[in-house]
């Protein structure tokens, strides 16, 4: 339901301003039924019309809703043509001015229009009148322009209007102002630009384009500037049917406001569009099926042999010679034209259409040959290998099919389903190989399958040690390529050619070939197979058998042995073996070294295969204890390192029992240790080294119970010049004591002292320094 909205009327004010116009239509409401129609068809004597009718407005005097329109050299689509609208025609005329539009309520819609588009109409404008058509084709341009291209109008509702067309006497209209390529009706919210509307409430309305490619422009009244009085337009479009030449038919033009007069709509139709053209079909391109490259194509009017035709080719205005029929048969690419003189010189119809030619798919035949494994001339062939040589190496060409048979080829029916692993009927049976393009155009070729009976001495087995690359698998690493060119095949023939494959089935098929640095996958060897070609044809297929030996000798790692200063050391092993090859150049099983290095032997067994051991010598003696490194006085933290030299692997202990590798040992207790080194490899053990540790008791007990009663450093007397003296914990001097009396009993000039802390401080001849604290417990 239309909205019937408040309409603002602009006022312009010119001040010293003048505003440029476009130029408008002029609209001639004066004319009739038949002068309508004589101005869509330009009077042309090519189509009979009779019974013209034309209905509109009648409620509003001296105006009419339909007439001649003419664009006074404006911008305006179309020079002169006829107008239809839902109000006097007259209104028309540009510029644009922004109201509510015309019409009355007493003004009927249009029943066949309503049925067509399914709306509720009201002030129909109709142009009826029926025709015979003496061509196949009829059609006439026009556009759509409308007062609903503006606010959100677009996006809910629209003007409707058809070009309806039925046979005499047929019950029902068929609508011929469509979309382009569709079944939808042309109006305003078919076809138009994004709309997003917001009112004075703040209310926003939009909606998506919809078919805008169609859409020509919105017209304003503020710039005044349109050549009609309507918000929007439509591009030129065209409405178009085929027709049955000599048949009578009904034509209606129409168009109606939907549900209410307001904002009005008109549909403006060319002048002389209205036409009968001739259909010679749709174009046939590269990009709409052409014609495949060789067949002939008939362009066909389908009209009368009485006529008189002239066929054109290109731009070209002399006819083809010798060309008067109503078809002409192309056989190469060009635009054709047709004209037909339809029983009289001042009635002449054309059609035109462009026909393209596919490129030629340029095949060529060649042959597949196969190597025959039992001499029944059967083989498996890959025939998917030939084509590459059957397409010319032109990888635009679509897939290949093969037949057994040209009937079969050209149907389309029973295609070779596994051209990968045929198998042939008979010696130089021809196979037929059918390529097309992308266009579904198809050309064959034939590929004779071919059978060599050639056979070969098997090649002696190729025999190798393992790659001994410490890994005894029984895998080796074979140079293909040195079989290949042996003499053996290079006897055949100057022109030969080796490939290897896994399996005979992929030699005969040549598929999955083996690169010519092949590793074997069975451990010990395996039997590969040879294909040999003697130029391009297959000769023969033959075994290879590639053995590979392994030799792993038994305890035969290699070994790390270290060797005493001034020692010699024998380097051994098995005897079982057939040589011997040391890298001093020894061959016995056997050699004494007497310095250190890296030393290997070479076996062999009786296969001739080698394997290597590696023996690293390393030197080794008696270690030296220098001294130590000692950290006392720390309780539980005490520690000693012993400090050494020598070439050797040692082990080190403080008590001649327990051995570490590590030469730090902590948590050592107060007391007289000596450390010990002894060389892991068995050269020797050196000299025991004396050391001490020393350590003040953290509390005593000078109760005379004859347990704890003194304070005493152990083994101060090893250092003689130590001092040592006692503090109380106000600094004063309690007692000083020497290494050969370290004992303190807790007394002050003969008065026991109370339970407390106490502080010390050691000092040694070398100005060491040891300071620390104690308790005196009671």
Same mark, same amino acid.
């Given at each position: 339901?239309?909205?019937?909205?408040?309409?603002?009327?602009?006022?312009?004010?010119?001040?010293?301003?003048?505003?440029?116009?476009?130029?408008?239509?002029?609209?001639?409401?004066?004319?009739?039924?038949?002068?309508?129609?004589?101005?869509?068809?330009?009077?042309?004597?090519?189509?009979?019309?009779?019974?013209?009718? &034309?209905?509109?407005?009648?409620?509003?005097?001296?105006?009419?809703?339909?007439?001649?329109?003419?664009?006074? $050299?404006?911008?305006?689509?179309?020079?002169?043509?006829?107008?239809?609208?839902?109000?006097?025609?007259?209104?028309?005329?540009?510029?644009?001015?922004?109201?509510?539009?015309?019409?009355?309520?007493?003004?009927?819609?249009?029943?066949?229009?309503d049925q067509a588009l399914g709306i509720n109409s009201i002030n129909a404008t109709v142009l009826e009148f029926d025709f015979i058509p003496l061509t196949n084709f009829i059609s006439f341009n026009y556009l759509f322009a409308s007062n609903e291209y503006q606010d959100d109008y677009p996006c809910n509702y629209s003007d409707g209007f058809?070009?309806?067309?039925?046979?005499?006497?047929?019950?029902?209209?068929?609508?011929?102002?469509?979309?382009?390529?569709?079944?939808?009706?042309?109006?305003?919210?078919?076809?138009?630009?994004?709309?997003?509307?917001?009112?004075?409430?703040?209310?926003?309305?939009?909606?998506?384009?919809?078919?805008?490619?169609?859409?020509?422009?919105?017209?304003?009244?503020?710039?005044?500037s349109s050549p009609i009085n309507y918000a929007g337009q439509t591009k030129i479009l065209n409405a178009q049917t085929t027709v049955i030449p000599g048949?009578?038919?009904?034509?209606?033009?129409?168009?109606?406001?939907?549900?209410?007069?307001?904002?009005?709509?008109?549909?403006?139709?060319?002048?002389?569009?209205?036409?009968?053209?001739?259909?010679?079909?749709?174009?046939?391109?590269?990009?709409?099926?052409?014609?495949?490259?060789?067949?002939?194509?008939?362009?066909?009017?389908?009209?009368?042999?009485?006529?008189?035709?002239?066929?054109?080719?290109?731009?070209?205005?002399?006819?083809?010679?010798?060309?008067?029929?109503?078809?002409?048969?192309?056989?190469?690419?060009?635009?054709?034209?047709?004209? &037909?003189?339809?029983?009289?010189?001042?009635?002449?119809?054309?059609?035109?259409?462009?026909?393209?030619?596919? @490129?030629?798919? &340029?095949?060529?035949?060649?042959?597949?040959?196969?190597?025959?494994?039992?001499?029944?001339?059967?083989?498996?062939?890959?025939?998917?290998?030939?084509?590459?040589?059957?397409?010319?190496?032109?990888?635009?060409?679509?897939?290949? &099919?093969?037949?057994?048979?040209?009937?079969?080829?050209?149907?389309?029916?029973?295609?070779?389903?596994?051209?990968?692993n045929y198998t042939n009927k008979a010696n130089n049976q021809i196979i037929i190989a059918k390529v097309s393009d992308n266009y579904g155009c198809a050309n064959y070729a034939q590929l004779t399958l071919q059978i060599s009976n050639q056979t070969i001495t098997p090649l002696a087995p190729i025999v190798v040690c393992d790659d001994n690359d410490g890994n005894s698998d029984g895998i080796h690493q074979f140079d293909l390529m040195a079989i290949a060119t042996s003499g053996y095949f290079s006897a055949i023939g100057s022109n030969v050619f080796v490939y290897f494959y896994l399996n005979p089935t992929d030699a005969y098929l040549e598929k999955n070939e083996l690169p010519y640095f092949f590793k074997n996958t069975i451990s010990g060897g395996q039997t590969?197979?040879?294909?040999?070609?003697?130029? @391009?044809?297959?000769?023969?297929?033959?075994?290879?058998?590639?053995?590979?030996?392994?030799?792993?000798?038994?305890?035969?790692?290699?070994?790390?042995?270290?060797?005493?200063?001034?020692?010699?050391?024998?380097?051994?092993?098995?005897?079982?073996?057939?040589?011997?090859?040391w890298n001093t150049g020894a061959t016995s099983n056997s050699i004494s070294v007497s310095s250190p290095g890296d030393y290997s032997v070479i076996v062999t067994d009786a296969n001739g295969c080698g394997a290597t051991k590696k023996f690293?010598?390393?030197?080794?003696?008696?270690?030296?204890?220098? $001294?130590?490194?000692?950290?006392?006085?720390?309780?539980?933290?005490n520690s000693v390192l012993i400090e050494y030299t020598g070439l050797g692997d040692y082990e080190?202990?403080?008590?001649?029992?327990?051995f570490q590798d590590s030469p730090l040992f902590n948590g050592i207790a107060a007391g007289t240790y000596w450390a010990y080194a002894r060389d892991k490899n068995g050269c020797g053990d050196a000299a025991p080294f004396q050391f001490y540790v020393l350590d003040y008791p953290r509390f005593f007990t000078p109760n005379g119970d004859g347990f704890n009663d003194l304070w005493i450093i152990k083994n101060l007397d090893l250092f003689p010049k130590a001092t040592v003296t006692i503090f109380d914990r106000y600094g004063k001097l309690l007692k000083q004591l020497h290494s050969s009396n370290a004992a303190w009993d807790g007394t002050f000039n003969g008065y026991n002292l109370p339970s407390d802390d106490y502080w010390f401080n050691i000092i040694f001849t070398n100005n060491k320094s040891i300071k620390g604290h104690f308790s005196l417990k009671r």
């Open positions: 339901m239309k909205c019937i909205k408040i309409i603002l009327f602009w006022i312009l004010v010119l001040c010293n301003t003048t505003l440029v116009f476009a130029q408008a239509i002029r609209v001639d409401d004066s004319k009739n039924a038949t002068d309508l129609t004589q101005i869509l068809t330009n009077n042309s004597s090519c189509i009979n019309i009779s019974g013209e009718s &034309v209905k509109g407005d009648e409620f509003t005097s001296g105006q009419e809703s339909y007439g001649y329109f003419n664009n006074q $050299g404006g911008s305006f689509p179309f020079t002169e043509g006829i107008v239809l609208s839902t109000w006097s025609s007259k209104n028309s005329e540009g510029p644009f001015i922004r109201n509510q539009g015309a019409g009355n309520s007493l003004w009927k819609g249009d029943a066949d229009l058809a070009f309806l067309i039925k046979e005499e006497n047929a019950a029902n209209y068929r609508n011929l102002a469509l979309i382009p390529r569709s079944t939808t009706p042309v109006s305003s919210t078919t076809i138009h630009p994004p709309i997003s509307y917001t009112n004075n409430f703040g209310n926003t309305t939009s909606c998506p384009a919809e078919n805008e490619t169609y859409f020509d422009q919105l017209n304003t009244s503020l710039t005044n048949k009578k038919y009904h034509i209606k033009l129409v168009i109606a406001d939907q549900d209410n007069f307001r904002y009005d709509s008109a549909v403006f139709i060319e002048a002389g569009s209205f036409t009968s053209k001739i259909d010679l079909g749709s174009d046939r391109t590269t990009q709409n099926n052409p014609i495949c490259f060789g067949e002939k194509f008939i362009i066909d009017t389908k009209l009368s042999p009485a006529y008189t035709y002239r066929w054109y080719k290109d731009d070209s205005l002399t006819p083809i010679s010798g060309e008067t029929n109503p078809s002409y048969e192309a056989t190469e690419t060009g635009i054709y034209r047709v004209e &037909v003189e339809l029983g009289s010189a001042s009635c002449i119809a054309s059609g035109q259409i462009k026909i393209e030619f596919t @490129p030629e798919i &340029v095949l060529q035949d060649t042959n597949l040959i196969q190597c025959d494994d039992n001499g029944d001339e059967i083989a498996f062939f890959d025939l998917t290998r030939a084509e590459p040589i059957l397409k010319n190496n032109n990888s635009n060409l679509g897939n290949m &099919v093969f037949y057994e048979n040209v009937i079969d080829a050209q149907s389309n029916q029973n295609p070779i389903q596994n051209p990968k590969l197979y040879a294909r040999v070609l003697n130029g @391009p044809d297959c000769y023969a297929i033959t075994p290879v058998i590639l053995v590979v030996n392994t030799f792993n000798p038994l305890n035969f790692e290699d070994e790390t042995i270290a060797l005493c200063e001034g020692r010699t050391l024998d380097l051994t092993v098995s005897n079982i073996y057939s040589s011997y090859l690293q010598v390393l030197n080794s003696g008696i270690a030296t204890i220098t $001294g130590t490194k000692i950290n006392d006085f720390a309780a539980n933290q080190f202990s403080i008590d001649g029992s327990y």
